[in-house]
């Protein structure tokens, strides 16, 4: 073998092998004529990514260069008593341990009933809720708890202060949807 193939031979088995399939190196090219060795283009190192910084137990709270999320994705629970319903201005009013909150209503609000989904129609004051808002006090959703059996058996709460399904309606077969 003449000097340039052995130049040329151990340039390519000193080449590092590529490590994907798209990232080989260009095959060096024949000898020219006159004899000289071709230049061996070997890519650049990659970069590695520098290790993450260890947690500072000192530190509590958010980092103050992250940025605050968008208005729109911030979610808050509200739980209290309704106080009062505006159906026609898609408002609910609820009182709760640190005062009335006023939530509106959209078409993508789910409301949860003690048995599934139902319509913001049966949200009634007085009734126990939680909710889900945004910043915007947009509910997001809204779930009435199932009444308090204790209250049912208060008086006044039953027909006959004893707990169990509601009496039947003049003119409605039992089980009827009321």
Not at 7 to 35: E, Q, Y
Not at 76 to 95: C, F, K, L, N
Not at 158 to 177: C, T
């Amino acid at each position: 073998m003449d000097r340039p193939a052995l130049a040329v031979l151990a340039a390519a088995l000193l080449a590092p092998a590529p490590s994907r399939a798209g990232d080989a190196a260009p095959a060096p090219s024949a000898p020219s004529a006159r004899g000289a060795a071709p230049l061996s283009v070997t890519p650049p190192p990659r970069a590695t990514p520098a290790p993450p910084k260890p947690a500072d137990p000192a530190k509590k709270g958010d980092d103050p260069q992250k940025p605050p999320p968008p208005r729109g994705t911030v979610l808050e629970d509200v739980t209290g008593t309704v106080h009062g319903v505006d159906r026609r201005a898609h408002r609910i009013e609820i009182d709760t341990a640190s005062g009335r909150v006023a939530l509106t209503l959209d078409r993508n609000t789910l409301v949860y009933g003690p048995r599934g989904l139902v319509t913001p129609l049966d949200v009634q004051p007085g009734a126990t809720v939680r909710a889900g808002r945004n910043a915007d006090f947009l509910a997001y959703w809204i779930a009435v708890r199932a009444a308090d059996p204790a209250a049912a058996s208060a008086p006044g709460g039953g027909a006959s202060g004893k707990s169990g399904p509601p009496p039947e309606r003049e003119g409605g077969a039992a089980g009827a949807a009321p």
